[in-house]
């Protein structure tokens, strides 16, 4: 059964969205991936349960990964949009972490997928 996913949508260069995901309450290593067409779906910010997170340099500084712990949701924060940002934004999440494995490489390997959900950032 695919994670629920929610929010996002469409912003303006500079602007903020923000994406739920409702995750399983034994999950121990999530994160956020983005496909754009012609691409694949590549991994943009992960969070193990002790809280260490993973961001690739494009979004450093710019997006937020979190967690809430009462509501088993994971959230993703958008700030400072740029229209490279577009793209289908998925949440995956796995029961156990990867230990040396890149975290997002780990998620592709075992991780239970969202829906997926359309981002647009208009310049």
């Known amino acids: 059964v695919p994670l629920v996913q929610s929010g996002g949508g469409s912003g303006e260069a500079g602007g903020l969205l923000t994406y739920a995901c409702g995750i399983l309450?034994?999950?121990?290593?999530m994160g956020w991936f983005r496909q754009s067409p012609g691409h694949e779906r590549d991994g943009v910010a992960s969070m193990d349960r002790f809280g260490n997170t993973t961001f690739v340099d494009s979004v450093k500084d710019r997006f937020t990964i979190s967690k809430d712990v009462a509501s088993n949701t994971l959230y993703l924060q958008m700030n400072n949009l740029r229209p490279e940002d577009s793209g289908i934004y998925y949440c995956?999440?796995?029961?156990?972490?990867?230990?040396?494995?890149?975290?997002?490489?780990?998620?592709?390997?075992?991780?239970?997928w969202g829906q997926g959900t359309q981002v647009t950032v208009s310049s």
């Open positions: 995956a999440v796995a029961d156990r972490r990867g230990g040396s494995t890149y975290p997002f490489d780990f998620l592709r390997s075992i991780g239970i």
């Open positions: 309450g034994y999950a121990s290593t």
